[in-house]
């Protein structure tokens, strides 16, 4: 009588999803699960350009070559998956390195902009390179100033 009841309480058990462990044997202290690796947002230039201005977020006098007297230009961006990290535009005049602004990235898809003085004497060719935050190229717009 005693076992159809042990039967019937464990057939019980397991009809709800539950089952009864053997703890006469000393189990091995199971290893700690590895955290998973923290995921790097995956970011995309949707669209770039360098323009005279920015109006309402959008770019304004866009090209690839500009006058020398231009004064101040921008390096416009739209990415998207990379909602919470931040980009980077370099800014370069020629090979020589003028600029590197960090810019946060609020959600997806993002528009951002950076600003670059240029000065008239700094004629030729120059580059703005958006980077993410671990470094990787994602994008690169050559223009000119002045030719």
């Known amino acids: 009588m005693k076992r159809m009841a042990m039967i019937a309480a464990s057939a019980l058990l397991l009809g709800r999803g539950l089952a009864a462990q053997d703890t006469s ?17 995956s970011v995309t230039v949707v669209e770039a350009v ?28 739209k990415v ?10 370099v800014w370069f005049h020629g090979d020589t390195q003028v600029g590197d602004v960090e810019l946060q990235v609020g959600g997806s898809p993002w528009r951002t902009w950076s600003r670059k003085a240029v000065p ?26 002045g030719q």
């Open 25 to 41: 044997k000393a189990a091995a202290p199971a290893a700690p699960a590895a955290a998973p690796a923290a995921a790097t947002p």
């Open 80 to 89: 998207e998956g990379a909602g919470g990290a931040s980009i980077h535009h």
């Open 50 to 77: 360098v323009a005279r201005s920015v109006l309402d977020r959008q770019p304004q006098d866009t090209g690839a070559a500009f006058p020398a007297d231009v004064g101040q230009l921008n390096c416009w961006t």
């Open 120 to 145: 008239a004497e700094w004629t030729g060719a120059w580059h703005v390179e958006v980077k993410d935050a671990a470094g990787t190229v994602l994008k690169r717009l050559d223009f000119t100033v």
